[in-house]
């Protein structure tokens, strides 16, 4: 079945530990993104990429890092620098349309959860 | 910029009563809308969309939201909501040209089925 597979499910960082969450789809989506989820805050972007080797910051990038180095794979890092991390974290992905990007269908992993210890 | 406002956080219905979670946006122009899904613990899953043409959309799982231009709303509702429609509801604008395009989410309405 094709989807969106996002590893772990659980995921707990310790005081100045970097933690990769994992994200990867076999939909041959071109478009992915990060977002994350607070309670009565709705999804806020992190990160996008339309494109492998290419990405670019949302509207909460600080604290985070991403790469896309093939295109079923989006990691995101969440450093040391973010001093807020607990959220639900959730990978999209979406058949980009070239010029659409607003008009893209999102499709969604099952998200981790990250807790500090 | 475009903005999305879901005025509701929670609402409860009881099982067999029609429901209408509310919408509102606001941009210049008129954007692409989504209503997306969420049940505990899981991702996002789309109901249904709006980018132009017939401004009432049916969608999945008996859902339909109508789109009004004069009212910059796109609300959803559904005739007699079912135990299994508990669950988080996100509306979404997708607005922008050109090499500035983004989709906003809204803060989402819980929904509560009572028996």
């Known amino acids: 079945d094709g989807g969106i597979t996002q590893s772990p499910k659980y995921l707990f960082r310790k005081e100045g530990q970097n933690v990769t969450l994992s994200c990867e789809q076999n939909?041959?989506?071109?478009?992915m993104y990060w977002y994350r989820q607070d309670p009565g805050q709705g999804l806020r972007l992190i990160y996008y990429s339309q494109i492998v080797n290419d990405f670019q910051k949302g509207d909460i990038a600080e604290g985070y890092s991403v790469s896309r180095e093939k295109k079923e794979s989006f990691p995101l890092t969440v450093t040391s620098a973010q001093k807020n991390p607990t959220a639900f974290y959730l990978c999209?992905?979406?058949?980009?349309?070239?010029?659409?990007?607003?008009?893209?269908?999102?499709?969604f992993g099952a998200g981790t959860r990250l807790s500090v210890l | 910029a475009q903005s999305v406002t879901q005025p509701d956080i929670h609402i409860t219905v009881s099982e067999g009563a029609s429901l209408e979670l509310r919408c509102n946006y606001s941009y210049g122009a008129t954007p692409y809308l989504f209503w997306y899904v969420q049940s505990p613990g899981q991702g996002l899953q789309l109901l249904l969309k709006?980018?132009?043409?017939?401004?009432l959309v049916q969608g999945i799982k008996g859902f339909e939201a109508e789109f009004k231009r004069s009212q910059s709303s796109f609300n959803l509702r559904k005739p007699s909501v079912h135990w299994s429609d508990a669950a988080e509801y996100f509306c979404a604008v997708g607005a922008g040209s050109g090499g500035y395009q983004k989709v906003t989410f809204g803060t989402g309405t819980k929904l509560q089925v009572i028996p």
């Open positions: 939909l041959n989506h071109d478009a």
């Open positions: 709006y980018f132009s043409g017939d401004t």
């Open positions: 999209a992905s979406s058949k980009a349309s070239s010029g659409a990007l607003a008009k893209n269908i999102q499709y």
